[in-house]
């Protein structure tokens, strides 16, 4: 049984999960996809009772483009994109990860679902702002009416940066210990989230760290691949 998220998995009509490694690499690398990671994901879905020809997963850039996913996009991998969005039922909507973070949304009124691939430079620009516009503006939603919960990732623990690039960063946000720079990733998402008007109660988070879960969680810096090795987060709206 995957991971299933706690706030998110009491909307029975949603499907919320987070593949770990015991469902093995699931990263496909366009434009040829290798095999094993094509079979990963077969293997993973079917076991799960998920159609893989339902599924729609974005290619992971670390970019800040957007797909709206219909039917249409049954089965794909959209290239150079990071957030897939829908108000389709049926569809499956999967990110890879392995230390970014996966971010989960759903406007319960408006029947919206859509799953984001966040980095640390997205997370420091304002890219959250236009993610909820692009709620308000394409779907009408109201930001009180969105839910979101943002899942397993790299934590402040041993998200640890150079003196270099402390200045992207808020100074609330950083935190400096023993001549180390580290900055907590979920503060400045949950923070960018409420100032742009979601109810704090409707934001959820796993405290787990990808890279502290090391028997888990795929872990990029800790691990040190020479090709990622990531998880599939996935969304869809029964």
């Not at 109201?142 to 690039?165: A, L, M, S, W």
Request: proline content about 4%; hydrophobic content about 40%.
């Amino acid at each position: 049984m995957p991971f299933q998220f706690p706030m998110l998995f009491t909307f029975p009509n949603l499907i919320t999960w987070l593949s770990q490694i015991s469902d093995w690499p699931m990263k496909l690398e366009l434009p040829n996809p290798s095999m094993k990671a094509t079979k990963n994901r077969k293997r993973y879905f079917e076991k799960n009772g998920i159609n893989i020809d339902d599924v729609v997963s974005a290619e992971i850039v670390h970019g800040t483009k957007i797909a709206v996913v219909t039917s249409e996009n049954k089965g794909q991998i959209i290239a150079w994109v990071d957030w897939l969005i829908t108000n389709e039922t049926d569809l499956v909507l999967s990110v890879t990860i392995a230390d970014c973070v996966p971010i989960y949304f759903y406007d319960d009124i408006k029947k919206v679902i859509w799953i984001t691939h966040a980095w640390w430079r997205w997370i420091t620009n304002d890219i959250t702002k236009s993610m909820v516009d692009n709620f308000v503006n394409e779907y009408n939603s109201n930001p009180e009416d969105i839910f979101v919960y943002v899942g397993p990732h790299i934590q402040k623990c041993h998200f640890e940066i150079k003196e270099d690039i402390v200045d992207k960063f808020d100074s609330v946000f950083v935190i400096r210990e023993n001549e180390t720079i580290k900055v907590d990733l979920l503060w400045i998402i949950r923070d960018k989230l409420e100032k742009l008007g979601l109810k704090s109660e409707n934001i959820s988070s796993s405290l787990e760290c990808t890279y502290c879960e090391s028997s888990k969680y795929f872990s990029f810096r800790r691990d040190k691949p020479e090709k990622v090795e990531a998880m599939i987060g996935v969304i869809g709206m029964k």
